[in-house]
């Protein structure tokens, strides 16, 4: 039925807005809801399918009587055209390959694609890559921010200096930190493979320093001198835990300089959720704080692929975080602590970097928005404190790591924030990124061989292989085919390219009722390093 | 056993079912192959007994050389040869093209006759289509040219073509061409006769035999190393087909054949219900990229696709030709074509679809010639997939260019030299045979620029220039401005400004003529040819004296306008030469002259003289200035009086220009306007320019490309060397008497010949045509190559032709010839022959009036603007 919601848009936007959102659609921050009087159901997540469907549904009349009106008043289409949905698709793709011949080529994993969609304006989501240079091993996360992007781009600029320094053996750490003290060339420890979108704060570059220095020093104090292996997944339960106590610190300390002031308030008063993967070899681990999600794709003999869940969500689907919050807090709280699937009734992640409306008591969060800037003071929502607000933390950035050790049939992982999997299942996600990659490389030539075939034949053929390798062929990266999929599969799981024009061409105060941000990174593993690690053993 | 009779059936052993052509089966006597004990020596090696191979063996043998060995890696007929389609078809854009294919077409005929082997040859003729009006004016340019050498051929209706062809779909065509001449045959029975009668004139074939490289002394072949021992010899030739760039390159002395391969698909069929007549016509769709030809009852179809895969560039594997594999995929295009032509032919039951690697060369033109670096060293390959077509008179230009010391028709543009070796590097070549394969069948368009392999060799101006509006062509790997765009103008984008008539940038181009004829421009023409020649002693006058016809002794400062010409009196360079003093030159000729000038002063040059030959191309950076106020411009920036009483016309002279010492000055333009060339060490290039620029500003200077400059000089009636002037073209032909000084005191090249020409007259002369009846913005614009007509008799040809600004008509040169009525002989042009005709160019089939004139309209020269023309406009800045 595309020709009525084709009618919608143009409708909507005559319409009074609010009218339309109290009846079918939910509100802009899906996390952090400030009125609770317009939360609706959780399963309203999905409100754009239910939005189509109160417009669509609609019996025949209603849809007469609209396509009347188009006729009457001048039609108001703004399709994009494919070349148009493309180059908005592909704004932000970016792709990485480990170079093939360095010399030592070790590497299990032969490079990454990556992109993301906004649907705020500006977009909430953040993503960060980059190459342990210090240790071995390849860092990749993605970062999904609510209540501004302040805190996803602190976390996605800072938290793999945390994870690294954490990795770094005693030597190392005391290498860099007499390079410091006497003023020589600092060891480089990161490799960035960045999208020119993907900026760093460059105000903000001193403080962080400084604050990472820090918590080296502290590494270096606390060191016993027995040069124990270093623990990957303690490594990253620190760095997540340290960054976010900076975060916090560095909000209740301030800063001289005005804008820095404002900004580590932002930073701590806005939150985020992180999901990062550390690679090593065969070593996967995955930390992850909030609802983003790591999925391993699996290649199965027969060649279909299954996915395999890496990470936990934590939101209130999950019973062991529902079951943890209670046991963190009172008895009495029980009933409040969790309200409408939410925490404490308004946010929705379970764990999150900063947030400091949900870790810092009632008196710390007084004190310092009084002091802060004006503008702090202004702003209704971080004046507000939650409601039932009794046993503060009830927020903390710790992730749950998992491990997974590489098999040859593990081809490569998908790290996602909730914007992706809300709109697809995650047995889609891997087929769909599983076909692609393969049917990049082998799709098996044809022959005619001893068999009596017609020109005709086969032409038809051919031209059903050409058609199947353009859809895939559009796309030279991975994540963009994906979010392709997200946006515009109809419901029998191909791409509609009126649907995505549709979707794409949202004016950006609509967008966000229909979809979320999404960011994807897609990393391919190389088969036969892994193949030849698990020989070694 | 020694010799091993070759016989076709054994070759068909190699268990390719498919190749059972209808000829194959007549095992009668071939060629005696040896398998064993090569000679000691020869006069001639041959590397490659594919059909160039052979027919270069045949035609010398034919000539009177039987000393002549030819060495075939595999067996005989095998590469590309094998392969080929087996289409022989005479519509080629170049005339040169066109003769070869014709007498191929010929030699074939007769060949069966001759050596009694069957070669399947069928007079099929061919069917050009014409999907839309562009390609149909290309079809009938080809056309023209065609009726004049005396193919016949003719511009059909598609209800014609739906009459020649049973199964075409004719819908969509506007037109096509006919040429029923055309014909099918084997190439690799072509290939065996050829080497049958070669070898009965005594050449002697070893195949399994590979060269491993060619010994050279001295920048002379000596002989050749072969897997089987050595053999000496005076000449050796490459016909080694696609491997001929490898061969090349194992020498120790590299000799670089700019060659790469593609892979190259056609489909076999079975046989139709009523199977196709063995004479059904050949059908080429170019806009559809396809070639369609009868075969046993079925078809065979090939094209040339917009996306092709070069293979072998890093020149490994490649005797794995045998093995490669059919791409259906990539034929998908191709086959959705051939559908679309013959919808009949869906229930057709497919054979096999052919993968050929064919050889192409960076601009779609087969490479020929001595080799530039070592003598002896010929080179016939890089057919483009025309192998078959030209195999015949390829290799008869070769041989006679080996016996005679050159062919009898002009192949410059086929000729190795055409290319330096900085053009054969294996990135370039994979990238250029990349956009090559496909042009062979897109639209050939006037001003054509290849996009790939460019960048290659700028001038140090490039990034000011570009930054400026400049749009590029190449010229032997050099990037030259053709016109400057100005800030608020845009132009087509390239597929949609491909015309047969009047371009978009004609006011552009108009405005730098304007502007030249009124202020002053400045065109970097960097890309020269300049060498310098010096001697202790008097050498290098005595030296290029002999070289040069005209009168080198001149005063220190002077310059000479000169040909170089060869034993026939005809061209092989045509150049200026500044003496710096009186042991120094400086020789300045046309861009493409860098390998084959330096080759020719090189073979001619006394072994152990004390002449220092050095190319200072790369030394400097040459801007010319030209137009009215260039004088105010340079006077101003050397404090020197530049008029014409202190510098005279002709004269070059080291200056200081701004605060660059050491700048060569002539004041000549190339265009016979009034301005002057300027040679800038590169170092300086940027500061001279910069205040050239900016000292012009009030003068009107502004950037001009080759385009105003080309218009300025064929005004002019200024003939270019490699586009008006040839080796088969003698100076008292182009009305060049002044440049030539038979009484100079000395003997010169060429000098017999001019002398004989002089006593009886030339056969040929260099006119210039004004049309007069033909409308710039409607008419079709010429070319070259245009068919001339006197008095309704077809004359000769157009080399060049230009918009003219100045005289506001199409200005074309060309040489006329006067053809006896009867015998069809050539007999003597004389003046009065010229003035007493009608003339007309036919213009893709349309005659156009033309005015002939001897010499150039006398008006363009004078400078003078009449007061009262002069009105305000003039006052506004350029």
């Known amino acids: 039925m595309p020709a009525p919601t084709q009618l919608f848009f143009p409708l909507i936007r005559n319409c009074e807005l609010s009218r339309i959102y109290g009846t079918a659609c939910y509100c802009h921050h899906k996390h952090l809801c400030c009125s609770p009087s317009y939360v609706p159901q959780s399963r309203l997540r999905y409100a754009p399918h239910l939005a189509y469907a109160t417009f669509c549904r609609p019996k025949e009349n209603w849809w007469q009587y609209t396509q009347g009106r188009r006729y009457a008043s001048t039609p108001q289409k703004f399709y994009l ?15 990485f390959k480990v170079p093939e011949f360095d010399g030592k080529n070790v590497s299990s994993i032969l490079g990454f694609d990556s992109n993301q969609l906004p649907a705020n304006a500006p977009i909430e989501d953040r993503r960060s890559a980059a190459t342990c240079l210090q240790t071995r091993g390849m860092l990749l996360g993605v970062f999904d921010g609510h209540a501004g992007c302040a805190c996803s781009q602190a976390v996605s600029e800072r938290l793999f200096y945390y994870i690294a320094v954490s990795l770094l053996p005693h030597e190392t750490l005391l290498e860099i930190e007499n390079a410091v003290e006497s003023g020589r060339a600092l060891l480089p420890i990161l490799q960035w493979h960045k999208h020119p979108n993907d900026y760093f704060s460059k105000e903000a570059s001193k403080l962080y320093f400084n604050s990472l220095r820090t918590y ?19 490594a990253l339960i620190n760095a997540f835990k340290r960054l976010d106590n900076d975060i916090s610190l560095e909000a209740q300390v301030g800063d001289p300089n005005s804008f820095l002031n404002y900004l580590v308030l932002r930073v701590a008063f806005s939150g985020a959720t992180a999901c990062v993967a550390h690679v090593d070899g065969v070593d996967l681990h995955v930390a992850n704080t909030g609802d983003s999600r790591a999925m391993l794709g699996v290649q199965e003999e027969d060649g279909s692929w299954s996915a395999v869940t890496l990470s936990n969500d934590h939101n209130a689907q999950n019973e062991k975080e529902l079951e943890r919050l209670k046991l963190e807090h009172p008895k009495n709280e029980a009933k ?3 309200k409408q699937d939410r925490l404490l009734g308004l946010l929705m992640p379970f764990r999150a970097f900063g947030d400091v409306k949900f870790k810092w008591s009632i008196d710390l969060q007084k004190r310092v928005i009084e002091s802060g800037p004006d503008q702090l003071n202004d702003n209704e929502y971080t004046k507000f404190i939650p409601p039932n607000y009794y046993t503060p933390p009830y927020l903390t950035a710790e992730p749950e790591v998992t491990y997974h050790r590489l098999r040859p049939q593990d081809k490569f992982l998908v790290l996602a924030t909730d914007g992706l999997w809300e709109t697809m299942h995650r047995q889609d996600v891997v087929r769909i990124v599983g076909e692609y990659l393969t049917g990049m490389h082998h799709q098996q030539p044809i022959a005619v061989g001893g068999y009596k075939v017609t020109l005709g034949q086969m032409h038809g053929l051919l031209t059903e292989r050409r058609a199947k390798m353009s859809s895939v062929f559009e796309d030279q990266n991975a994540a963009t085919h994906l979010i392709r999929h997200a946006v515009g599969n109809n419901e029998f799981g191909a791409v509609d390219h009126e649907r995505l024009s549709k ?19 897609v990393v391919q593993f190389n088969s036969h390093v892994v193949g030849a690690y698990q020989n070694q053993e | 056993m020694f010799y091993w009779l070759l016989s076709v059936v054994r070759r068909q052993k190699t268990s390719r079912r498919w190749q059972n052509w209808p000829s194959v089966r007549s095992s009668s006597t071939a060629a005696e192959v040896h398998s064993v004990a090569l000679p000691a020596q020869a006069q001639v090696v041959i590397c490659g007994g594919g059909i160039m191979g052979t027919s270069v063996a045949y035609h010398l043998s034919k000539m009177g050389w039987k000393d002549i060995v030819l060495l075939e890696q595999g067996r005989l007929a095998a590469g590309s040869t094998r392969f080929c389609a087996g289409i022989l078809s005479t519509a080629r854009h170049l005339s040169i093209e066109q003769k070869m294919a014709d007498y191929s077409n010929k030699l074939y005929h007769q060949l069966e006759q001759e050596t009694g082997i069957q070669i399947g040859y069928t007079k099929t003729g061919s069917i050009f289509l014409a999907q839309t009006q562009d390609r149909l004016i290309s079809l009938k340019r080809i056309n023209s040219r065609l009726n004049v050498i005396g193919i016949p051929s003719e511009i059909i209706s598609p209800k014609k073509v739906a009459e020649l062809h049973p199964l075409l779909n004719v819908h969509d065509l506007v037109g096509a061409m006919h040429v029923p001449e055309d014909a099918v045959v084997s190439s690799a029975d072509v290939t065996l006769a050829l080497a049958s009668a070669a070898s009965q004139n005594g050449v002697q074939i070893y195949d399994q035999t590979s060269v491993l490289h060619v010994m050279v002394k001295k920048g002379q072949v000596t002989g050749v190393e072969t897997d089987k021992g050595q053999i000496e010899c005076q000449y ?48 080429v769709d170019a806009d559809g990229r396809i070639y369609i030809r009868n075969w046993q009852g079925g078809i065979l179809s090939g094209g040339f696709e917009k996306n092709p895969k070069p293979i072998f560039t890093e020149g490994k594997n490649q005797l794995e030709i045998q093995n490669l594999q059919e791409d259906w995929d990539h034929f998908e295009p191709l086959l959705s074509s051939l559908l679309r032509r013959m919808p009949e032919l869906e229930t057709l039951e497919i054979v096999k679809l052919v993968n050929c690697p064919e050889t192409f060369t960076p601009d779609m033109r087969c490479i020929m010639g001595e080799s530039p670096v070592v003598q002896g060293y010929f080179v016939l390959a890089g057919m483009n997939s025309a192998g078959l077509s030209f195999g015949g008179g390829a290799g008869k230009y070769l041989a006679e260019w080996m016996v ?8 410059w543009e086929l000729d190795l030299k055409r290319f330096g070796a900085l053009q054969s590097s294996r990135t370039f070549l994979r990238h250029r045979v990349m956009e090559v394969m496909p042009l062979l069948y897109d639209l050939k368009v006037p001003r054509w620029d290849f996009q790939t392999g460019r960048q290659l060799r700028t001038s140090p101006l490039y990034d000011r220039l570009d930054a400026q509006g400049a749009r590029w062509m190449e010229k032997h790997g050099f990037e030259r401005p053709k016109y400057f765009v100005p800030p608020d103008k845009d132009l087509l984008a390239l597929e949609q400004s491909k015309t047969f008539y009047k371009p978009d940038w004609f006011d552009i181009v108009e405005s730098e003529v304007k502007c030249c004829k009124e202020a002053v421009c400045v065109i970097d023409m960097s890309s020269f040819t300049k060498f310098e020649i010096t001697s202790t002693g008097d050498q290098a006058l005595e030296f290029l004296q002999y070289l ?30 500044a003496r710096l003093n009186k042991r120094s030159f400086f020789m300045i000729s046309p861009t493409d002259q860098q390998v084959h000038c330096w080759a020719w002063l090189k073979k001619h040059m006394p072994v152990d003289s004390n002449l220092l030959l050095e190319d200072v191309t790369w030394k400097y950076t040459a801007l010319n200035l030209i137009g009215p106020r260039a004088v105010d411009v340079l006077s101003e920036l050397s404090y020197t009086p530049m008029t014409a009483d202190h510098f005279p016309s002709l004269f070059c002279k080291e200056m200081s220009v701004g605060y660059a010492n050491g700048i060569r000055v002539m004041s000549m333009t190339h265009t016979g306007e009034p301005g002057f060339m300027l040679y800038i060490p590169i170092e300086y290039a940027l500061h001279v320019y910069n205040e050239v620029m900016s000292v012009g500003q009030k003068y009107g200077i502004r950037n001009a490309g080759y385009y105003a400059l080309r218009s300025l000089r064929i005004e002019k009636f200024f003939a270019f060397w490699g586009q ?54 409607l008419d079709l614009w010429p070319w070259w190559g245009e068919p001339i007509y006197r008095n309704g008799q077809y004359v000769g040809k157009t080399t060049s032709s230009a918009y003219g600004y100045t005289l506001e008509r199409h200005v074309c040169l060309g040489f006329v010839h006067n053809f006896s009525e009867d015998t069809r002989e050539e007999q003597v042009v004389t003046p009065d022959f010229i003035n007493r005709g009608e003339y007309e160019i036919d213009i893709a089939g349309q005659r156009f009036q033309a005015k002939a004139k001897l010499y150039p309209v006398a008006s363009l020269f004078t400078h003078k603007r009449r007061k009262d023309d002069v009105e305000l406009s003039d006052l506004h800045g350029k």
């Open chain 1, 81 to 95: 055209t494919p070349p148009q949905v493309n180059s908005i698709l592909k704004a932000n793709e970016y792709s």
């Open chain 1, 216 to 234: 080296w020093q502290e590494l270096i104090d606390l060191n016993t001198g027995e040069s124990a292996d270093i623990d990957v997944k303690e």
């Open chain 1, 336 to 338: 409040s602590v969790v």
């Open chain 1, 503 to 521: 979707m794409l061409s949202l004016p950006e105060e609509l967008a966000r009722m229909y979809r979320d941000d999404i960011t994807i990174i």
């Open chain 2, 236 to 283: 050796f030739v490459n016909c080694a087909g696609q491997w001929a760039y490898e061969l090349g390159l194992s020498n120790e002395e590299p000799v670089s054949i700019p060659l790469h391969a593609c892979e190259h698909f056609y489909l076999l069929t079975r046989p139709l219900e009523t199977p196709l007549q063995s004479n059904t016509p050949t059908i």
């Open chain 2, 404 to 411: 005679h010391g050159y062919p009898s028709e002009n192949v």
């Open chain 2, 548 to 577: 040069f016809s005209n009168d080198i002794d001149v005063p220190v400062g002077h310059i000479v306008h000169t040909g170089m010409l060869n034993e026939g009196g005809g061209y092989e360079n045509d150049c200026s030469i």
């Open chain 2, 724 to 777: 008006d002037l040839n080796t088969l073209t003698t100076p008292l032909e182009c009305g060049r008497e002044s440049r030539v000084k038979l009484e100079k005191g000395m003997d010169f090249i060429g000098r017999d010949a001019l002398l004989q020409q002089k006593q009886h007259g030339v056969y040929k002369r260099f006119i210039m045509f004004i049309l007069d009846d033909h409308d710039t913005d």
